[in-house]
Structure formats: C-alpha cells, structure tokens
C-alpha cells in the first residue's frame, strides 16, 4: 500500500461529502420571505468587490494536482528535488497563497530531504490548519498528520538502531569473555597435563 494513498482517500471522501451537500436543491422561500428579503446593493466605486467563493470542483482540482505533485517529487533524485523545492519556496514569497503554502509544504515534507525541513513544513501548514474556512484546511490536516506519522516512525527507527548497536556491543563482549575464559581453561589444562607428567615414575633402566 502506498503511504500517501490513506491522504488521497481521506480528501477524496471529504470532497465527496462537500459536493454531495452542494447538489442539494434549495427550497423556494415564501412568498412574504421574498418580499422581506434585503435587497443587496449594487457594488460601490472604489470599493473592492467580494471574491466569489471558490465551488467543491475547483477544490478537487487543487487537491488532486497537490497530490500529482507529492507523488512526482517523490520519485526525484536529491539534486532534483533540491531545485523543485528551492522552486516552490520562491513562488510562495512571491505570492503568499495558500495553495503556494501548501505546496511548498508538501515539497518539503517529501522522504529524503535535509533534516528540519518537516518542522519547516509543520509550521507552514500551521495556519491553513488552524482556519477551518480555509479551502486547503483538510489536505493540510492529513499532509501534517502524515509528516508526524513518518517523524515518529523515524524516532523508532532510530530507537531500534541505537538498541541494535548495544547489542551488539554487548555480544562483543561476550565474545571476549569467552575467549578470555578459554584461554584460562587452556592454560589450566597445560598446567595440569605438566603436573601430572612430573607425579609420573620415571622407567626403570634395564
């Protein structure tokens, strides 16, 4: 199983679900509802109009190219991923989005690049995790949860390593013993064959 395929379907049901509420007919209001409803007023010069919300399919849109893109980036040679990730760091400073957040947290997230740029990528998804409303909060919650996950597998990794090399120094040692202790059987042998060579009569001359 791949260890990005738990983020695919996890974000593939919460769009599911996002769309799901989004195609469900509205009911018609009354007609005295109608009637009492605000009017809304035309949009003032000079003032800034309000960004329309972006739809579910344009989400799913930017969460299936994330994960195209963690998928390619992981499959790249160090020096490669080195540039893709210099690459996605210049165009968040020069953009500031969010999906340019998230990017360049993914590609700092991916399995072989410098140590301490997890901790990079956890404090960029930090603020998209803690909006709720923000379009990309749902794949930076799974992408954080992930970089946690392999920093804990990674600590028990090591954990195993440094208990696998106490062992075998450990056996290291046993082994000196043992050689110590045959050694010593050795020579007590010698000892004891030279003693009772001397507690021997010696022949009788003819």
Known sequence: MKPWAPVTAAVLFVTACATQQTEEPASEPPAEDVAAAPQVEPPVKGRPAAKPERGPAVRLAE?????????????????????????ARQAFNQSRSELARVRLAMALAVPGSPPGEELRALELLDPVIKNPSAALHGIAFLMAAYIQEQRRLFAHIQGLQQNNQGLQQNVQALQQNVQGLQQKLDALRTLERSLTERREPAPKRK
């Open 63 to 87: 969460f299936e190219m994330l994960l195209a893109d963690f998928e390619r980036l992981r499959r790249l040679p160090s020096a490669e991923l080195a540039r893709e990730q210099e690459a």
